[in-house]
């Protein structure tokens, strides 16, 4: 458990080291005339002079050398100062919180949908086996072919344009909130109702949940009593290797949906190029991303303490 | 060497189909990628444009094959790359004693930090649109799933009884990493280059969807999907052809995996 | 007496092969029975038979009349655990892996017996002190040992009150002194009812007495009170299988070859510990030349990590380790493996890795096929790899490899722990003929204090 927490407060160091280091590297490779670009996108195209684009290279300390400029860029990362957006002028603090909460809403429906889907699916795949396991699992093949912007596309396509269910795009109301997180539930589910259905199916055939109806429990008392807890060891550990899917998930369906969360904000800011934006969505995300890892793997400790000594 | 299922020839020969029709395509079409005809614009498959022409009456077959070509390229050159740097890390970690393992685990631990899209993006930040550093990110993010299951398996390997008695005989070590350690990750690493042709594909689609990735006016599946997305209505034929091209491309990759990662 | 379960002309079938040909036998009140035979005997298809658990795609045919009446499947299937129960093989696998050991006999008492939750917890705790389980109940079974752990399942099984009690290969991988344990365990558990037990042990049949079936591949070749045919065997098989037993052994013992035999290894005042445990203080023995020595001891007290030492694969916490023989190169300071198909590499065949081993240190070829012969193997396991040979043949194998080295030494990890009696015995011999006839000294482990009496110069007991 220590050894665990340990490396994860690591990584997250190394988290906030990397994300630090890429963005220093990407604002230091700026092309030269990128000050009077960032200038003009902030200040508007009739209004740039040398003099606004020096504020904006001064602004980037693009004029003091390579190694100081790193140390003051990770020394102002260590306080969070993750200073103003290029673009709007905002606090990047501000804007990324408020992003967060957004991407928050998405992938946590998102997930809690895509449980519910996966899990029952799953179970029902192992437990009545063929023909409904193979319809199940050819369907699930067929969206794991899909990259989850294509699954978007075609719920867009579906929904919002052909049938006028729900709303294309933006946020606000309960109704926008169905697509992107249905898109990222179905894209999830594709792939972990297989997990449940494997390790159901394992659990079903091991030697101790027969012993267990040999010594005389029911079909469902076996299953409440040794079912339930040796599916979910695997299937929770699963859902640790698929927040990375859940985060991927989460930067193309913002993109889709004009969410306007994390993954949107990441995207539009490398597309206008807006570094300390970059770095803020980016550094949120990463952290994250160690967050969840670490309630994942303490759940896993929870329900599986064998794992405790090793 | 290894027996197929029946699958999985099933998906080499989608991909060996769809590397003929953009080996074909680009040796073959009349047209360029770029040449435009605005007296043609999303005509529907014809004689002359046997795709279709896009909304700056750009042949659909030529840009296709293009596509799918380039998507090839990065798929077996992620591929080949990371399968390589990855099994030879793997290996080496084990093999190379407790400080090489010690700081290989560093490195995969910064590594894994951050989910591999957003490394990615970030490398793509750096130097939009250009091939070599996506092709760089994504070798980058894709040799360390090598790394982490051969080294576990080598693990296995190096404490079986079968490579203690190859080794108290006597036999080298290039001898026991063919006989035992490579016949041991081999299928691991055969399902994982599969698997990673695949996500490669996805990757360079989505950075090209999010107008990160490859610029126009070149043709990248993507790209093309933004593109024509907002001519769904008018000419559905024209959107279709990247999805479907995407999603018949990882489903191929996935069917020559055999199993799941 | 009354009956308890009848088998008339119970035989299984996979399509049309016959896996376990037509028995009948009645199970009777107060009286054991047991069932004795080689893996692959098919002896364990009949108690799966009987308790209605075969694997899909095997049949039964015959009648099968528990209590008086023959029942269906599911009518057979609602007797589990209050009627009758079958005790598991393997108890680590046969355990939840994730269920504190006391929970798993408490879940019997509260929804097979329908106590109260607090009752069923205080019996299953009065349970597991009977058994001398008391304050291990917290623990998992990954935290018990095996003969803890086939405790536990006994315990759990029998909760539920069953009286017809089928025991399969109850002490398959015990120490001689824990199987001892779990056998008079299941007297205990068997006395209000009748117990049924398969076992390729002869002296679990002799211990459990009552009345015995002999079978060999499936079919029945002897049956009648067990005493009497112990110690009086009409057939073949059930002689040969009698005699395989190391106690019955005759002593194998050659006589070292060269008289003033010089000292190969001296180990001096060893010491090892590993994860904290300090497995054995103190040590000092010599092995000569030729010399066969063996080590005995129950699991886990450290017989392979010495021979592992004495190889350098180990290495000691103090002490010291001479090896006298300069002259012996590294190769021929060898090792024979507890698990035969594990020390092969599966993906070549046998006769690749042979010829890999005689292209590398340049061997006469010529030595190869009257060697093969003395170890009685077929030229035709060379075309076929690891895993499609026999667990015997594959460890003679491993023996003509070694002895292909010239070794001066090899150390011989249970060699056989994994073989059926009757090829045990056979390998055991020729193990020790041959390494004798090459003077390379033998360390050989064995959890068998017989074994390694009838065989060994000198005898370390940790």
């Known amino acids: ?310 | 060497m290894m027996s197929m299922k029946k699958s999985q020839w099933v998906g080499l020969a989608i991909l060996f189909a769809l590397l003929v029709f953009s080996l074909g395509g680009m040796a073959f079409s009349p047209y360029s990628i770029s040449q435009q005809d605005l007296n043609a614009v999303m005509e529907p498959p014809s004689a002359t444009h046997w795709l279709g022409t896009d909304h700056f009456g750009r042949s659909m077959f030529t840009r296709m094959a293009h596509a799918v070509g380039l998507s090839f390229a990065l798929s077996l050159l992620c591929m080949f790359t990371s399968s390589l740097v990855g099994t030879a890390f793997g290996v080496w970690s084990v093999w190379g004693g407790k400080k090489v393992d010690v700081a290989m685990g560093i490195v995969v631990n910064i590594l894994l930090a951050l989910p591999g899209l957003v490394v990615v993006l970030l490398f793509a930040a750096i130097a939009p649109g250009s091939f070599l550093v996506l092709y760089l990110a994504i070798s980058l993010v894709q040799w360390v799933e090598y790394y982490r299951v051969v080294r576990a398996v080598t693990q296995g390997v190096i404490q079986s009884p079968a490579r203690q008695s190859s080794q108290m005989m006597g036999f080298g070590r290039w001898y026991q990493f063919k006989r035992h350690i490579w016949p041991a990750i081999s299928p691991s690493v055969f399902t994982l280059a599969a698997f990673g042709g695949a996500n490669a594909i996805l990757t360079m689609a989505s950075l090209g969807f999010v107008y990160v990735g490859i610029q126009p006016p070149l043709a990248e599946l993507g790209l093309m999907t933004v593109e024509l997305f907002p001519f769904y209505s008018e000419a559905p034929w024209l959107l279709a052809q990247p999805l479907l091209v995407i999603a018949l491309m990882v489903f191929a990759f996935h069917l020559l995996a055999g199993k799941r990662a | ?462």
């Open chain 3, 1 to 462: 007496m009354s009956v308890l379960l009848k088998l008339t002309n119970v035989a299984v079938y996979v399509d049309d092969t016959c896996l376990l040909e037509p028995i009948s036998l009645a199970l009777k009140q107060g009286e054991p029975l047991t069932i004795l035979g080689q893996t692959g005997s098919g002896k364990s298809l009949l108690a799966q038979a009987i308790m209605g658990l075969l694997p899909d795609g095997l049949t039964v045919s015959g009648e099968i009349e528990t209590f008086g009446k023959v029942m269906t499947l599911e009518e057979r299937q609602a007797l589990w655990g209050r009627e009758m129960v079958m005790l598991p093989q393997e108890p680590w696998h046969s355990l939840d892996p994730l269920m504190k050991g006391v929970d798993q006999v408490k879940e019997v008492y509260r929804f097979v017996r329908g106590n109260s939750p607090e009752k069923a917890l205080a019996m299953a705790e009065e349970d597991l002190a009977q058994v001398g389980l008391a304050g291990n109940g917290h623990k998992r079974p990954d935290e018990l040992s095996g003969g803890m752990a086939q405790r536990l399942a006994i315990t759990a099984a029998t909760a539920g009150g069953a009286h017809v009690i089928l025991a399969d290969e109850p002490t398959k991988g015990l120490d001689v002194s824990r199987r001892d344990g779990i056998v008079r365990l299941l007297q205990t558990r068997a006395k209000m009812g009748c117990l049924l037990t398969i076992t390729h042990d002869v002296e679990v049949a002799r211990q459990l007495g009552g009345l015995l079936l002999v079978m060999k591949e499936g079919r029945l070749v002897e049956k009648g009170e067990a005493a009497s045919i112990l110690d009086f065997p009409q057939d073949a098989y059930t002689q040969e299988l009698i005699a395989a037993e190391p106690s019955a052994w005759s002593d194998i013992t050659a006589p070292i070859r060269q008289a003033n035999a010089k000292d190969l290894i001296v180990a001096n005042e060893l010491v090892l510990e590993r994860g904290g445990r300090v497995l054995f203080d103190r040590l000092s023995f010599t092995i000569k030349q030729g010399e066969v020595v063996g080590i005995v001891g129950d699991s886990g007290c450290g017989k392979s990590s010495l021979g592992d030492a004495l190889l350098g694969l180990l290495s000691i916490s103090s002490g010291s380790i001479v090896r006298s023989d300069s002259t012996a190169k590294p190769f021929q300071w060898l090792k024979l493996y507890q698990d035969p198909p594990s020390a092969f590499s599966s993906s070549v065949s046998l006769g690749q890795l042979l010829d890999d081993l005689v292209a590398l240190h340049r061997i006469d070829e010529s030595r190869i096929p009257p060697l093969m012969a003395k170890l009685k193997l077929p030229a035709g396991i060379l075309e076929r790899n690891c895993l499609s040979v026999s667990g015997g043949e594959l460890q003679r194998f491993a023996i003509l490899r070694a002895l292909l080295l010239d070794p001066v030494f090899l150390f011989a990890d249970e060699p056989t722990s994994r073989l059926d009696p009757i090829t045990a015995k056979e390998v055991t011999q020729l193990l020790v003929e041959l390494a004798t006839e090459a003077n390379c000294a033998v360390l050989l482990v064995s959890h068998d204090p017989d074994l390694i009496q009838r065989t060994c110069h000198q005898v370390i007991a940790l």
């Open chain 1, 1 to 310: 458990m220590k050894a665990m927490l340990l490396r994860r407060v690591l990584q997250l160091i190394t988290v906030v080291w990397g994300v630090g280091t890429l963005t220093f590297i990407l604002m230091r490779s700026l092309p030269g005339d990128m000050a009077y670009r960032i200038a003009a996108s902030r200040y508007g195209q009739d209004n740039v002079n040398s003099e606004a684009a020096a504020l904006v290279r001064a602004e980037l300390q693009l004029d003091q050398s390579p190694w100081v400029a790193y140390w003051h860029w990770l020394t102002d990362l260590l306080q969070f100062k993750l200073g103003d957006s290029l673009v709007s002028g905002l606090p990047v603090m501000d804007s990324v919180q408020h992003m967060l909460g957004h991407s928050l809403l998405l992938a946590l429906s998102g997930l809690l949908l895509s449980v519910l889907i996966a899990v029952p699916l799953g179970l029902l795949s192992a437990w009545r086996g063929n023909p409904l396991d193979s319809v199940f699992m050819g369907l699930s093949s067929v969206i794991r072919a899909m990259p989850v912007f294509v699954v978007g596309v075609l719920l867009l396509l579906l929904f919002a344009l052909n049938w006028r269910l729900f709303p294309v795009a933006g946020f606000g109301t309960p109704a926008h909130l169905v697509l992107p997180a249905f898109t990222l539930a179905i894209s999830l589910a594709a792939v972990s109702n297989r997990v449940v259905r494997d390790s159901a199916k394992q659990t079903f055939q091991a030697a101790f949940y027969r012993f267990s109806r040999v010594k005389g429990l029911s079909e469902w008392q076996t299953f409440r009593q040794h079912g339930v807890r040796n599916i979910a060891v695997p299937v929770v550990a699963f859902f640790g290797i698929q927040l990375v899917s859940m985060i991927e998930g989460i930067v193309m369906i913002e993109s889709l949906f004009s969410w306007p969360g994390i993954g949107h904000g990441l995207a539009h800011a490398i597309f206008a190029r807006d570094i300390p934006v970059i770095q803020g969505s980016a550094l949120v995300m990463g952290i994250l991303f160690v967050l969840l890892n670490t309630l994942v793997d303490m759940i896993c400790l929870w329900i599986d303490p064998r794992g405790v000594k090793a």
